[in-house]
T-cell receptor, first 110, second 117 residues
Framework: GENVEQHPSTLSVQEGDSAVIKCTYS??????FPWYKQELGKRPQLIID?????GEKKDQRIAVTLNKTAKHFSLHITETQPEDSAVYFC?????????FGTGTRLTVIP | GAVVSQHPSWVICKSGTSVKIECRSL??????MFWYRQFPKQSLMLMAT?????????EQGVEKDKFLINHASLTLSTLTVTSAHPEDSSFYIC?????????????FGPGTRLLVL
């Protein structure tokens, strides 16, 4: 199956700074790359996604970049706010099912 | 986005009993649903893929006779944890697969927290 690696596992930033989380994957046939935000005890919430025919996508303070050649994609959060604190998971899909990264616990320090 | 419900939200049971968890897509039809398990401070691990009208596909290491999956309609999949033991205590989350114009997206249920005593 797909092998998804996510770094870093924990990340602390000052409010207003940017945060970057990176994921690498192994299956070159993968074509859909979502990012999920999960607050404690709650379901993962899709925050942004990108498909293989696009290199970058932005939605307000959140952006995702994809490098298919290198098989990695990154989540960028700018102007971080305390409410951005959560665990973020990247995921990769090829044949319909999702394979998740190990998660990054982001803490935004006020 | 699409809405997926899950019931119950949490359950406590005695060791040896069976627990049934329902996953419903409320405003769309989902031919494929997925079941995940998440242990504390860990990532989501795919357990099985549930296909409407056919047998589920289980991931390696997941016992199909212990985790029974039924996908009887386009809006409902059930996961039954048979003869539950304390090590089965976990957060179980389903997701439903929805086809969209530019591809497909998965929407997650709110999860079921299972505690086996």
């Amino acid at each position: 199956g797909e092998n998804v690696e996510q770094h870093p596992s924990t990340l602390s930033v000052q409010e207003g700074d940017s945060a970057v989380i990176k994921c690498t994957y192994s299956d070159s046939a993968s074509n859909y790359f979502p990012w999920y935000k999960q607050e404690l005890g709650k379901r993962p919430q899709l925050i942004i996604d990108i498909r293989s025919n696009v290199g970058e996508k932005k939605d307000q303070r959140i952006a995702v970049t994809l490098n298919k050649t290198a098989k990695h994609f990154s989540l960028h959060i700018t102007e971080t706010q305390p409410e951005d604190s959560a665990v973020y998971f990247c995921a990769v899909t090829g044949a319909n099912n999702l394979f998740f990264g190990t998660g990054t616990r982001l803490t935004v320090i006020p | 986005g699409a809405v997926v419900s899950q019931h119950p939200s949490w359950v406590i049971c005695k060791s040896g009993t069976s627990v049934k968890i329902e996953c419903r897509s409320l405003d769309f039809q989902a031919t494929t649903m997925f079941w995940y398990r998440q242990f504390p401070k860990q990532s989501l691990m795919l357990m099985a893929t549930s296909n409407e009208g056919s047998k589920a596909t289980y991931e390696q290491g997941v016992e199909k006779d212990k985790f029974l999956i039924n996908h009887a309609s386009l809006t409902l999949s059930t996961l039954t944890v048979t003869s539950a033991h304390p090590e089965d205590s976990s957060f179980y989350i389903c997701s439903a697969h929805q086809l969209q114009g530019d591809g497909e997206t998965q929407y997650f249920g709110p999860g079921t927290r299972l505690l086996v005593l």
